[in-house]
């Protein structure tokens, strides 16, 4: 009896981890990704209103399937609209549009920094009791992000206006990791919400296109616009997927660690694949990083029964 209630207990604890680190390799790939959209001449509204458009058919379609459909009612379509801006629609057009700026791998570290805001929004709601483990975790990664990130500010080109705008992309994802867990609705399940928030957030991204100035054209002429937008909306599926579920099981500090392991993945991606100069402070800062997301780990597996 013990040997079977010991597995499965081991195996609850190890979900989560998994989906952290499934959820930042889909994270650091979106990035370069959005990159690459640069270079095909896709202007990053357009790249990522398709992209989340085709990401919330795929989900649509697969809750349909399982005859668990985004519910319809006051409540749900208030948290698709504010989950939508605060969690999809907001963070991620900063981080795409800043990316020609500013970099790949400066926007991958940027995402680091949620954890902290998230922590002590947490605690100030009272969603997390507060364990020294978990606290020392969130400052290893913050301050792995520190490092990294000094290099860019430093730069004598360094492009101000954008690295000091790409910071509201980490604030509106802490308020988005806070606000899902918050005014999650009672008895819905993650696959139903996922849809609902990605349909919420592929409706404000169309009709921003039809605003003056802006423009949702696809370069047809061009199958790797094509590719790229393909790519990014099975990417976008994906990490959405995985980021309910991972609400769900490990909670918003443990979902805030997402931007670091993205970071670990999305770096290494955009010096090598897309030759983008190694930030100095490399090593040190994924290392600290790394620390970060085990310690993390390692409280939210002590806090489980």
């Known amino acids: 009896m013990t040997v079977q209630t010991t597995m499965p207990r081991r195996a609850s604890r190890l979900f989560p981890l998994l989906l952290l680190l499934g959820g930042g390799v889909l994270l650091g790939l979106s990035v ?35 005859g668990n459909p ?73 301050a792995g992000a520190g490092v990294l990130g000094a290099s860019q500010l430093a730069a004598p080109d360094a492009d101000v206006f954008w690295i000091l705008l790409v910071f509201a992309g980490p604030i509106l994802l802490a308020v988005g990791n806070l606000y899902r867990s918050l005014g999650w609705p009672e008895g819905v399940s993650s696959d139903a919400l996922a849809p609902g928030m990605l349909l919420g957030a592929a409706a404000m991204l169309l009709l921003a296109g039809l605003l003056p100035g802006h423009s949702l054209a696809i370069p047809l002429d061009s199958s790797s616009a094509l ?31 997402l931007g670091s392991v993205g970071a670990v993945v999305g770096v290494p991606v955009a010096i090598f694949l897309q030759n983008e100069a190694a930030p100095q402070g490399l090593l040190p ?20 029964p």
């Open 32 to 66: 370069n990704l959005a990159k690459l959209a640069g270079h095909v001449g896709l202007t990053p509204l357009a790249f990522l209103a398709w992209s989340i458009t085709g990401a919330a058919l795929i989900l649509l379609l697969m809750a349909v399937l399982r």
């Open 70 to 142: 985004p519910p319809i009612d006051r409540r749900c379509l208030r948290y698709y609209a504010i989950s939508a801006v605060v969690s999809v629609a907001g963070p991620n057009l900063v981080f795409f549009s800043a990316i020609p700026h500013v970099g790949a791998s400066f926007v991958a570290l940027i995402i680091t920094l949620p954890p902290l805001l998230t922590y002590i929004g947490a605690l100030a709601f009272g969603m997390e009791r507060f364990q020294a483990i978990r606290a020392l975790g969130v400052a290893a990664a913050l």
């Open 227 to 257: 590719l790229v937008i393909a790519a990014q909306t099975i990417v976008f599926a994906g990490q959405f997927l995985v980021l309910f579920l991972l609400q769900k099981t490990g909670g918003p500090v443990l979902l805030s660690l």
């Open 285 to 304: 800062g994924a290392g600290l990083i790394a620390l970060g997301v085990v310690l993390v780990a390692r409280g939210q597996a002590r806090q489980r």
